[in-house]
């Protein structure tokens, strides 16, 4: 049980272009959905928290304008990171909890390369 | 500020030979404290949740401990599939929505 499904799992574009990364909950509803980022050897930072139908919240030095993130239903969140140059490369994970006292469970990232 | 520290960075073992890993912990108030394994490329996978002091949980050849003050995750007779890095965070009563990471200790078991 508690599988998170991250699409695509790798991807490869050129600068300037926009790329949006799908997080799915397969087996159970998720009312909060988290977006992280993780350079190499390096723990997990949080970008966003989302819960469905509210806006994202932004952590501090995360630019909401770049890093478009929908809730839309209780099992599908999008990551839309736009106008996508270099410095975006890194691996972009998602994770989902179906309740406030649930732990968050997570996908298997995206490794995005901004050529 | 909450912060959690992990130590070590890198731990080398032997297959068959027990250590620990630790996570501390300075928060305002503690809600929760996970335990992840990310093997490279991939996401963390959940292994506990520890919510009290005393508290200790059991999976296979890990056992996860908890104080006031730090976690311990206990790893008895290993294998070489146990080689990951493995990562602790708190979840705190104020910043509910949340979870603070450590910066892992990763994990070699050799044959």
């Known amino acids: 049980g508690a599988v998170v499904s991250q699409h695509p799992s790798w991807v490869i574009c050129k600068s300037g272009t926009s790329v949006k990364i799908e997080c799915r909950s397969l087996?159970?509803?998720?009312?909060?959905m988290f977006w992280y980022r993780q350079f190499p050897k390096q723990s997990l930072m949080l970008m966003a928290t989302?819960?469905?139908?509210?806006?994202?919240?932004?952590e501090q030095g995360v630019e909401k304008d770049k890093f478009l993130i929908n809730h839309a239903s209780l099992t599908l969140s999008t990551l839309t990171v736009t106008s996508a140059h270099p410095e975006d490369s890194s691996f972009y994970i998602c994770?989902?909890?179906?309740?406030?006292?649930?732990?968050?469970?997570f996908g298997d990232g995206t490794r995005l390369s901004i050529l | 500020e909450d912060q959690v520290t992990q130590s070590p960075e890198a731990l080398r073992l032997q297959e068959g030979e027990s250590s620990s890993l630790n996570c501390s912990y300075t928060v305002s108030g503690l809600r929760g404290l996970f335990w992840y394994r990310q093997d490279p490329g991939k996401g963390p996978e959940f292994l506990f949740t520890?919510?009290?002091a005393g508290e200790e949980k059991e999976k296979e050849r890990l056992k996860a401990t908890l104080t006031k003050k730090e976690s311990f995750l206990h790893i008895t007779a290993p294998k070489p599939e146990d080689s990951a890095t493995y990562l602790c965070?708190?979840?705190?009563?104020?910043?509910?929505?949340?979870?603070?990471f450590g910066q892992g200790t990763r994990l070699t078991i050799n044959p």
């Open positions: 994770s989902a909890r179906s309740g406030r006292h649930q732990p968050q469970h």
């Open positions: 087996d159970f509803q998720a009312t909060t």
């Open positions: 965070a708190v979840q705190t009563i104020q910043g509910a929505q949340k979870l603070v």
């Open positions: 520890l919510y009290s």
């Open positions: 989302s819960n469905e139908g509210s806006k994202a919240t932004y």
